[in-house]
């Protein structure tokens, strides 16, 4: 029998041996210190886990009075089909950083099969990057530099990921690559554009997420979890979380993302279906003195299913 602990070995082993003109790499994800509340986002098996409609959307604003910092909105949308041994969803992402502006698109599709105590599901995710590049708003030291002598249109770029995911009611854990294409976006010397889509394993960016619940007692239960990334060439990178639940209501939590930000996030939940959560992040790097941290909100809607009625905050 596969068991949870096997799972777990499994997809640690996976990252832990992962750890090991002008151009603009559209190759890269936005960070999130509420993962925990938007992991579609990140793992297209996570779609149609709740066994309902669910619905989430976030507002990131980075290192507030930074000039050109990240601003990022999403919303994703997902839900179980045929008994729910399917999921489908669809996450749209709008950002801008300095001169580049892009959305993504993506369409998600889980299959799912119980295994032991728990459910496991494969899921793929596709769809397209979006990106535009300003470069005429920039103000160059030289007069008639040609590296900002037009700007960018958007261009669109397809990707696909892949991930999978299992979960209990107390315990979770998933493994992630997002987005499987390297775009490049870069100038001719003719002043065209040049696209380059390709698929290069070591540009991957590998997620792994852990999380388990523990119920305390009626009224106090601890929802500690650990979000792992790594890409080759580069230190791996850990997100540590514990979330407190009180009295099925209130939601307090901290965070600690290595060598960049300690957090603070609370949550409130209206009803077992509605939560909305609000975070902030203190930078821990010299950019602490240019910068008042960031924030994200979040809101979480959970619809009954087919005449289901949700008694309970689905924790994961």
């Given at each position: 029998?596969i068991t949870k602990n096997r799972i777990?070995?499994?997809?640690?082993?996976?990252?832990?041996?992962?750890?090991?003109?002008?151009?603009?790499?559209?190759?890269?994800?936005?960070?999130?210190?509420q993962y925990m509340f938007n992991e579609?986002?990140?793992?297209?098996?996570?779609?149609?886990?709740?066994?309902?409609?669910?619905?989430?959307?976030?507002?990131?604003?980075?290192?507030?009075?930074?000039?050109?910092?990240?601003?990022?909105?999403?919303?994703?949308?997902?839900?179980?089909?045929?008994?729910?041994?399917?999921?489908?969803?669809?996450?749209?992402?709008?950002?801008?950083?300095?001169?580049?502006?892009?959305?993504?698109?993506?369409?998600?599709?889980?299959?799912?099969?119980?295994?032991?105590?728990?459910?496991?599901?494969?899921?793929?995710?596709?769809?397209?990057?979006?990106?535009?590049?300003?470069?005429?708003?920039?103000?160059?030291?030289?007069?008639?530099?040609?590296?900002?002598?037009?700007?960018?249109?958007?261009?669109?770029?397809?990707?696909?990921?892949?991930?999978?995911?299992?979960?209990?009611?107390?315990?979770?854990?998933?493994?992630?690559?997002?987005?499987?294409?390297?775009?490049?976006?870069?100038?001719?010397?003719?002043n065209g554009i040049k696209t380059d889509?390709?698929?290069?394993?070591?540009?991957?960016?590998?997620?792994?997420?852990?999380?388990?619940?523990?119920?305390?007692?009626?009224?106090?239960?601890?929802?500690?979890?650990?979000?792992?990334?790594?890409?080759?060439?580069?230190?791996?990178?850990?997100?540590?979380?514990?979330?407190?639940?009180?009295?099925?209501?209130?939601?307090?939590?901290?965070?600690?993302?290595?060598?960049?930000?300690?957090?603070?996030?609370?949550?409130?939940?209206?009803?077992?279906?509605?939560?909305?959560?609000?975070?902030?992040?203190?930078?821990?790097?010299?950019?602490?003195?240019?910068?008042?941290?960031?924030?994200?909100?979040?809101?979480?809607?959970?619809?009954?299913?087919?005449?289901?009625?949700?008694?309970?905050?689905?924790?994961?």
């Amino acid at each position: 029998m596969i068991t949870k602990n096997r799972i777990f070995r499994a997809l640690l082993t996976l990252v832990l041996l992962i750890g090991g003109g002008t151009v603009v790499k559209a190759q890269y994800d936005p960070m999130f210190t509420q993962y925990m509340f938007n992991e579609m986002f990140i793992n297209p098996a996570y779609a149609g886990s709740k066994e309902a409609i669910s619905l989430t959307a976030l507002h990131r604003m980075q290192w507030i009075g930074f000039d050109g910092a990240p601003t990022t909105t999403t919303f994703s949308a997902h839900a179980p089909l045929l008994k729910n041994t399917m999921g489908v969803g669809v996450s749209v992402l709008n950002e801008k950083i300095g001169v580049t502006n892009r959305q993504l698109i993506y369409g998600d599709y889980a299959y799912r099969f119980q295994m032991g105590k728990g459910k496991f599901s494969l899921g793929l995710m596709g769809g397209l990057n979006m990106i535009r590049e300003n470069l005429l708003s920039v103000q160059t030291t030289v007069a008639g530099d040609q590296a900002f002598s037009q700007n960018i249109p958007t261009q669109m770029l397809p990707n696909f990921g892949f991930g999978m995911y299992y979960y209990t009611s107390k315990f979770y854990a998933g493994l992630s690559i997002p987005r499987m294409i390297d775009n490049k976006l870069s100038l001719t010397t003719a002043n065209g554009i040049k696209t380059d889509n390709k698929v290069d394993l070591k540009s991957f960016h590998y997620y792994f997420v852990i999380g388990r619940l523990f119920a305390i007692n009626d009224n106090f239960k601890l929802k500690p979890q650990i979000m792992t990334k790594a890409v080759q060439n580069a230190p791996v990178e850990w997100d540590i979380n514990l979330n407190a639940l009180i009295r099925e209501t209130l939601w307090l939590g901290a965070s600690y993302r290595t060598g960049a930000d300690v957090s603070a996030i609370v949550g409130y939940q209206f009803s077992p279906q509605f939560l909305a959560s609000l975070s902030y992040d203190y930078t821990l790097t010299d950019i602490r003195n240019y910068n008042s941290g960031s924030i994200e909100f979040g809101l979480n809607y959970l619809f009954s299913f087919r005449g289901k009625k949700i008694v309970t905050p689905r924790y994961f």
